[in-house]
């Protein structure tokens, strides 16, 4: 079994983050922050990884923490339930249409952190919901997860549609890279011998 449980606990948050890799992307996420719950169901349900999320956080002061952290330590989760990542397909990409919106995703398991991110959200909030909190998000789960991320919005002025297109897209992504490709069973997807 592909599974993961990594806890993190710092002044400022105490996250909780089981995954199954092999899942069918059941989910049950609670961070105390609503639209952030509602895209990490997304992320669980269209990549069909297992999740549960549990986070308690400092929502007196700001989102930015709780959502931060919680992309740290589900970041950790992938690497750890990866294991030696032999076998897996490794790259994944996808372009997800939600009404006005077009947003693409590609994606290297690379062990190489990058984010581009060409998804800016037009409006600064999505209910209370700070927009840039989404890339501040996927920056967290790049560098933890170790993982060169590009996302790119083609068209799209709706901002809750941009960020959960942007999840969706992300999630079908890394449903692609962490599958197990039966013709590279147990051989590492790389030449250099290292992931």
Partial sequence: MRTATITRKTAETEISVEINLDGTGNYDNQTG????DHMLDQLARHSLIDMVIRAKGDLHID???TVEDTGIALGQALVKALGDK????????????MDDTQVQCALDLSARPYLVWNCDMPTPKIGTFDTELVREFFQALSTNGGITLH?????????????EAAFKSVARALRMAVEVDP??????PSTKGAL
């Fill in 183 to 188: 013709r590279t069973a147990g051989i590492l």
């Fill in 151 to 163: 996302i790119d919005r083609v068209h799209g002025f709706n901002s809750h549609h941009i960020a």
């Fill in 33 to 36: 922050v609503g639209f952030f």
């Fill in 63 to 65: 989102d930015h923490h």
């Fill in 86 to 97: 032999k076998g897996i397909r490794r790259y994944g990409h996808f372009a997800l249409a």
